[in-house]
């Protein structure tokens, strides 16, 4: 029998820990650095400032801060989050996409509470549904965007950053650090850290929760998979409310690496994109594919050649074709891609695929092996594992799942279920929805949706939210919403003569743009099928 006993250190002495084999025991000093247990992501930040006080931490058009700058100016938030009474509270984030958000991220994390990032553009109603859902105690913006939320529903507290963050913040009072200290040392490891709000089909966007012990596991699984060091610089393209952020944030925060928050006016300009890549010497992107078609559809690689600079090319979110792979593979033979898979629900990913052959352009990319620690179950309608080529759902368990929505305890309950392979003991695994097969080399492949979920241009959609949108219109009795896969559209089918521009005037204020229908059919009645619901099926076929 082995047995383990592990002896926690005093601060800055060095651990001790005994390894009882047999009655055999051997002792071994280890470092410090070593033997911290992590409990918070933001003790990767105190190392990290340790070792690199002055190197750029994160950067966006406006600023760049260090990592001892990132340090001061999240704890000097920290500090007042923790002086208000804050401990395990939900923190909305106000602020448009920058360095700020960042800082105000882990401000929330030093003092063991929960960030909930709020998009500036996103439609009051929908920020007003995220409010009744997440109960902020605390918004942290500034006075200006304060007046733009003064229009929700929220009468609550706010912290303003020009009030509490001071370019050069050193430490605060000493009581004020020693109560902060003292709050991240009652938090533990399971306690959140993030909600993201993702769509939701009944038009209610749904907090996915996210623990510390989730990203840290995720992101050690990141920067050893793709050996990170503070000598790399990532090119941040994920908004910071949609997880694929969580790659760059947090392997910066970790290894001292360097993130610039590339300006997102620039995915529009391919040429400018890669240019901007080049000066800033970034080494590593991990963008959604949309974001790398519109790059290989430009063949902007003629103008730039990046072959000297980029090193690793990661996407995740949405399939990436081969197509498009394939003229990236060709411009930047050098370089490592990745397909990484996952919902948000999994802290960002839980399979990946190191491109590692040679695909026709017509061939689907693998989305690979579960990631070590995460266990990946195919199972069929019978709720079995498949055999063979034989298509299922799959379906995740591991330390990065989700504790479930947010004060959601239904659509929690839906999809985060009893592993039915083990009567044992409780264990959860998260139904994704996603249909896969294992090919011969025994690699899963993404194949479709079981639902109305897509993913447009990046975004994770439920179409019942536009539904739900749509339906408050009073002159319209029916609709249903498809995605025209080929084409890249969001089809809405309706029964009255209204045009397009009319409904999405109407409707904007319901939904973010992205979600907005592409194209609006009208059909004289609605199909329905042998249970009385929309034959989507039917309607199918108008878009083929
Ligand atoms: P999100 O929660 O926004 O990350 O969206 C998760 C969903 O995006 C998954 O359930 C899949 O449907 C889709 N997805 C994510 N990564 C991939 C991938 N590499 N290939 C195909 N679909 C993906």
New binding site residues.
């Given amino acids: 029998m082995i047995s383990l006993h592990v002896t926690w250190p005093e601060a800055g002495k060095p651990a001790v820990d005994a390894v009882s084999r047999n009655g055999e025991k051997s002792c071994r000093l280890i470092k410090n650095k070593e033997k911290t247990m992590k409990a918070n992501v933001t003790y990767w930040l105190d190392e990290t400032a340790a070792r690199f006080p002055d190197k750029t931490a994160y950067a966006d058009e406006n600023k760049e801060i260090t990592f001892s700058k990132l340090r001061a100016q999240s704890r000097a938030i920290a500090c007042e989050l923790t002086a208000r009474g804050l401990f395990k509270k939900p923190v909305a984030v106000f602020l448009e996409k920058g360095v700020d958000v960042l800082v105000s991220f882990m401000g929330a994390a030093y003092s063991c509470n929960f960030y909930s990032p709020i998009d500036v553009d996103m439609p009051g109603s929908r920020v007003n549904k995220i409010l009744e859902v997440l109960e902020p105690a605390v918004v942290i913006t500034t006075g200006a965007l304060r007046e733009v939320f003064s229009a929700y529903d929220y009468k609550g507290d706010f912290l303003l950053l020009e009030d509490v963050v001071t370019e050069d913040a050193a430490a605060a009072e000493p009581a004020r650090e020693a109560a902060l200290e003292a709050a991240r040392k009652r938090g533990i490891d399971t306690d959140l850290l993030y909600v993201l709000f993702?769509s939701g089909s009944t038009g209610v966007p749904k907090g996915v929760t996210i623990n510390h012990r989730a990203v840290i596991d995720y992101i050690d699984w990141v920067t050893e998979t793709f050996a990170i060091t503070e000598k790399d610089s990532f090119g941040n393209q994920a908004p910071f409310y949609?997880?694929n952020s969580i790659l760059d944030i947090y392997s910066t925060l970790k290894t001292g690496a360097t993130t610039y928050i590339i300006p997102k006016t620039l995915f529009a300009q391919p040429v400018p994109l890669l240019e901007y890549l080049k000066e800033k010497k970034i080494n590593t992107i991990f963008w959604v594919p949309s974001a790398l078609i519109v790059v290989a559809k430009l063949k902007a690689f003629k103008n730039v050649d990046l072959s000297d600079t980029l090193r690793r090319v990661l996407f995740?979110?949405?399939?990436?074709p081969n197509k498009q792979l394939n003229v990236w593979r060709k411009f930047l033979p050098d370089v490592q891609y990745a397909?990484?898979?996952?919902?948000?629900e999994i802290t960002d990913a839980c399979t990946y695929y190191i491109v590692d052959r040679e695909f026709s352009d017509e061939e689907p990319l693998p989305?690979g092996f579960p990631m070590p620690n995460t266990d990946i179950l195919v199972l069929n309608e019978k709720n079995e594992p498949v055999t063979g080529e034989e298509p299922g759902e799959l379906c995740v368990r591991g330390t990065s799942l989700s504790m479930g929505y947010y004060k959601n305890p239904e659509k929690t309950r839906e999809a985060f279920v009893q592993n039915p392979l083990n009567q044992a003991v409780p264990e959860l695994i998260y139904r994704?929805?996603?249909v896969v097969k294992y090919n011969e080399r025994g690699e899963i492949i993404?194949l479709s949706?079981k639902d109305f979920q897509i993913?447009h241009m990046g975004h994770?959609i439920e179409l019942g939210e536009i539904e739900t949108a749509v339906s408050s219109l009073p002159e319209i009795s029916l609709n249903c919403c498809l995605y025209d896969e080929k084409r890249q559209k969001i089809v809405l089918f309706i029964e009255e003569e209204l045009d397009k521009a009319y409904i999405n005037e109407k409707i904007s204020h319901l939904v973010p743009e992205y979600m907005l229908p592409n194209k609006v059919v009208r059909v004289e009645k609605m199909p329905m099928n042998a249970n009385g619901k929309i034959d989507r099926v039917k309607l199918k076929e108008y878009i083929k």
């Fill in positions: 993702t949609f997880d995740c979110g949405e399939v990436m397909n990484l898979y996952g919902p948000t989305i994704t929805g996603d993404y949706r993913k994770r």
